[in-house]
């Protein structure tokens, strides 16, 4: 690291999403922090829209800010975030998804917990709340899409984690454990999930008594929910895919607890079908008895028949081809 290095680094992980990026951009580079003390990694996971375009113009128009791009040519969220992590410059790097909006003091909160704890978290994350470009369904609770470990800045317990579009993390860790795996997460327009858990979980397993998580409820990170998201067969295909992962995830434990899990899917399944079915009430909404109640039966649907050997995947959205910037 050099005596100009920044503090931190920004990895913003981005395909066929110029429409929205600058708004995340632009959150980025109207920070509290002082501008010569982070950087910015924009990484193209093979784009073809307008993604390179949007990105230099913005460049243009901030030059104390360092704006890097970085193209990624093998789609995939853990290939984009390998690439860029691994190109920071500074020993802290935080992540963000394209569809995010930072609060002004994100980056300085986050950077905060590194300096003054003790002793240094290897991870720090904190709140993401969901935010509405179109109007929201009357029946949609913003809970469906908010992720929060409370109102109380503590550290994790075990098997807890962060998600991917607020977490931060020193970069030796991940450099001592590899990175993301790149079997997980959204590959192109494919609803795939876990990326980030399954890099909490790894390390978890063989660092329990010495791993520091900590979360802040300072570091806010609003997320942009698509019209698609809030319907009922995205909420359960997300489930689903949700016990997929798990199941994927327990590839890599003993046959004992494999085979623990695997017919504890089984009762999980049948019991949580059967408390579903109990639930359905008359007067009440059946699209949120449907996300709240079916959405555990779903995940475990999911994991069984991954168990199984069946494995499946969703397209989340439409993506609309424009030019490739070279």
Same mark, same amino acid.
Request: aromatic share 14%; net charge positive; glycine share 4%.
């Given at each position: 690291m050099t005596l100009n290095s920044p503090l931190i680094s920004v990895v913003l992980c981005t395909h066929n999403r110029?429409?929205?990026l600058p708004n995340a951009l632009t959150s980025l580079l109207t920070q509290t922090l002082e501008q010569l003390a982070y950087e910015i990694i924009v990484v193209d996971n093979a784009s073809t829209d307008g993604t390179c375009a949007v990105t230099k113009e913005i460049q243009a128009h901030f030059p104390v800010v360092a704006i890097r791009l970085v193209y990624e040519p093998i789609q995939g969220l853990g290939h984009a975030r390998n690439?860029?992590?691994?190109? *920071? #410059?500074?020993?802290?790097?935080?992540?963000? +998804?394209?569809?995010?909006? *930072?609060e002004r003091n994100w980056l300085q909160t986050i950077l905060e917990c590194y300096q003054q704890l003790q002793p240094e978290p290897w991870s720090v994350g904190g709140k993401i709340i969901p935010v509405y470009d179109a109007p929201k369904p009357s029946?949609?609770?913003d809970a469906y899409e908010t992720d929060t470990w409370g109102e109380q800045a503590r550290v994790l317990k075990e098997g807890e984690s962060f998600t991917g579009?607020?977490?931060?993390?020193?970069?030796d860790i991940l450099e001592r454990y590899g990175g993301f795996d790149v079997t997980y997460d959204m590959k192109g327009e494919s609803?795939?999930?876990?990326? +980030?858990?399954?890099?909490?979980?790894?390390?978890?397993?063989?660092?329990?008594?010495?791993?520091?998580?900590y979360y802040t409820p300072q570091a806010i990170m609003h997320h942009t929910?698509?019209?698609?998201?809030?319907?009922?067969?995205?909420?359960?295909?997300? *489930?689903?895919?949700?016990?997929?992962?798990?199941? *994927?995830?327990?590839?890599?434990?003993?046959?004992?607890?494999?085979s623990v899990l695997f017919f504890g899917s089984i009762a999980q399944l049948m019991w949580k079908s059967l408390l579903a079915l109990s639930r359905i009430r008359p007067r009440h909404d059946w699209r949120n008895w449907a996300v709240e109640e079916l959405h555990p039966v779903m995940s475990h649907c999911g994991r069984f028949m991954a168990f199984l050997g069946v494995r499946?995947?969703? #397209?989340? #959205?439409?993506?609309?081809? #424009?030019?490739?910037c070279s």
């Open positions: 110029a429409s929205v690439a860029g992590w691994a190109s *920071a #410059r500074s020993r802290y790097v935080a992540f963000i +998804d394209d569809d995010c909006i *930072a029946w949609f609770k579009c607020n977490m931060s993390w020193r970069k609803l795939l999930l876990a990326g +980030d858990t399954e890099l909490y979980r790894r390390i978890w397993s063989g660092n329990a008594d010495n791993c520091f998580f929910i698509d019209p698609y998201k809030m319907t009922v067969s995205y909420q359960l295909k997300r *489930a689903f895919m949700s016990g997929q992962a798990s199941c *994927a995830m327990a590839q890599l434990e003993s046959l004992l607890h494999k499946t995947s969703f #397209r989340q #959205r439409t993506t609309i081809v #424009r030019t490739q």
